[in-house]
């Protein structure tokens, strides 16, 4: 009984270390539906002409959303990095609170699956969201 107590407890820390050490995990869910996180919410739309993001900032203060940056997954186009600049579209990277913004379709039309990083890269407002079709 002791050994099958310790032997879950061991077994539940190793998953809770595996976990934490798997970096930023962060909202998954399907396209089209919006997902929430920490100030924003994200909605994809796999579009024939690429992945469109509508961005919203829900909380009551201004959030930086740029750098935008993509993993692609598509059938023939295979995986592909994107890194997008808000200021490339002309938009600022900021948004005020309750503002929503549209980036311009980005990555391939047979995209299946993407994980976009809102903000700055190792920072605590960064956002990661995983989307699939």
């Known amino acids: 009984m002791k050994a099958q107590r310790f032997a879950r407890a ?3 820390g190793t998953v809770i270390i595996l976990m934490s050490c798997g970096g930023p995990s962060g909202v998954e869910g399907k396209s ?3 997902l929430k996180g ?6 994809v739309t796999f579009t024939t002409v690429g992945v469109l993001l509508e ?3 829900d909380s009551e203060r201004e959030v930086k959303v740029s750098p935008v940056r993509l993993i692609v997954w598509g059938g023939s186009s295979g995986k592909q990095e994107i890194q997008f ?3 490339e579209s002309g938009k600022d990277p900021v948004l005020k ?3 929503s913004t549209t980036l311009p379709p980005l990555g391939s039309a047979d995209a299946t699956r993407v994980r976009v990083f809102l903000g700055p890269e190792g920072s ?3 956002e ?3 989307v699939t079709q």
Not at 38 to 43: F, M, P, T
């Open 10 to 12: 061991v077994l539940l």
């Open 38 to 43: 920490k100030a924003l919410s994200l909605k």
């Open 85 to 87: 600049s808000m200021g």
């Open 55 to 57: 961005l919203r900032n």
């Open 124 to 126: 605590k407002e960064q």
């Open 128 to 130: 990661v969201f995983t």
């Open 97 to 99: 609170p309750h503002e």
């Open 32 to 34: 089209g539906v919006w």
